[in-house]
């Protein structure tokens, strides 16, 4: 070896040292940080789509959580029927420039406020705005207030094995921080039942009030 590859062999040590040192500082940081932190951020994070493979627990849990939105919001296919039992449209109609759009969001004020997470009872039924003009259920979305659901657990709200995202304050929606999971239990999702966004749906047959 000559004395000339010596000084940059020295500096490529120190550059793998240094990153050694960074990666150990990351995962120090990781296993340290609140359990709340890791919930989803659903505000900063791109939407991809889901091919890590599931154990066979966890797709049958994501199976029967399917399941029971299905069963439990199968009567909002009319939406009058959503509408009786106190659900109304906020927002307008939910859009992303990248990323698709979430719809129609009709929310049950009642049971936003009562900070309950109950699968049969989701807090928000979601709606497409179709060509016609009529409004076709595609899915439900879990809700609750970050700072109430904080004051009384540990960590991050879950539903049979999903983990809820977070949206902090302030955000489009004009609310405090909350913690929210969307199901797409009525129009497949090709990045995930789970996710926020859904690529195929559109607000351009909506004709009231423009998205937040």
């Not at 154990?55 to 069963?71: E, G, M």
């Not at 540990?154 to 809820?164: A, D, H, K, V, Y």
Request: proline share 7%.
């Amino acid at each position: 070896m000559s004395t000339a590859q010596i000084p940059t062999l020295g500096m490529k040590v120190r550059e793998f040292a240094t990153q050694f040192q960074y990666s150990v500082i990351a995962l120090v940081l990781m296993s340290v940080c609140p359990l709340r932190a890791l919930a989803q951020d659903g505000h900063s994070h791109p939407v991809t789509p889901q091919h890590q493979e599931l154990t066979p627990d966890q797709q049958s849990k994501a199976s029967a959580l399917i399941k029971i939105v299905r069963v439990s919001t199968a009567r909002f296919q009319d939406v009058s029927v959503a509408e009786a039992e106190g659900y109304a449209l906020q927002f307008g109609c939910v859009s992303g420039p990248d990323l698709g759009a979430m719809g129609l969001h009709y929310v049950n004020g009642a049971l936003v406020n009562g900070g309950v997470i109950d699968a049969t009872h989701p807090q928000i039924v979601i709606y497409e705005a179709t060509p016609s003009g009529r409004l076709k259920l595609i899915g439900a979305d879990y809700l609750v207030l970050a700072d109430a659901w904080n004051a009384k657990n540990s960590g991050p709200p879950q539903l049979m094995g999903q983990l809820f995202h977070l949206f902090d304050s302030p955000n489009r929606f004009g609310l405090p921080a909350f913690y929210t999971l969307h199901v797409w239990a009525w129009k497949d999702n090709p990045n995930g039942a789970f996710v926020n966004w859904h690529p195929n749906v559109r607000c351009e047959s909506f004709a009231g009030q423009n998205n937040p």
